[in-house]
Nanobody, 122 residues
Framework: QVQLVDSGGGLVQAGGSLRLSCTKSGRTFSTDVMAWFRQAPGKEREFVAA??????NSNYADSVKGRFTLSRDFATVYLQMNSLKPEDTAVYYCAARYSGTLSPYPSMYTYWGQGTQVTVSS
């Protein structure tokens, strides 16, 4: 089993920055791909970014390219979010899957964090 704890959300003004963290525990070496998704009220969960812990390869949604950056440090994956916009407001979830592609589909991920709220005011 793998447990994910995500944190770092908060309230920030448009143009500001936040850094989200996702710390993995349990069978930490059993998963390879870590990702972030977000879900705004009344909307479906959408892909934000994903990274392979073994290769370092990453993938980003078009809506966040150039503004968000993934990094990793042992069992923690970080999502640095810059130039935040009101439309980035959502609950952000980290997720993990055993291996494979940097999939943008939530159904491909086995483990999920509890979510952290990000609110961007205009």
């Amino acid at each position: 089993q793998v447990q994910l704890v995500d944190s770092g959300g908060g309230l920030v003004q448009a143009g500001g920055s936040l850094r989200l963290s996702c710390t993995k525990s349990g069978r930490t070496f059993s998963t390879d791909v870590m990702a972030w998704f977000r879900q705004a009220p009344g909307k479906e969960r959408e892909f934000v970014a994903a990274i392979s812990e073994t290769t370092g390869n990453s993938n980003y949604a078009d809506s966040v390219k150039g503004r968000f950056t993934l990094s990793r440090d042992f069992a923690t994956v970080y999502l640095q979010m810059n130039s935040l916009k009101p439309e980035d407001t959502a609950v952000y979830y980290c997720a993990a899957r055993y291996s494979g592609t940097l999939s943008p589909y939530p159904s491909m991920y086995t483990y999920w964090g509890q979510g952290t709220q990000v609110t961007v005011s205009s």
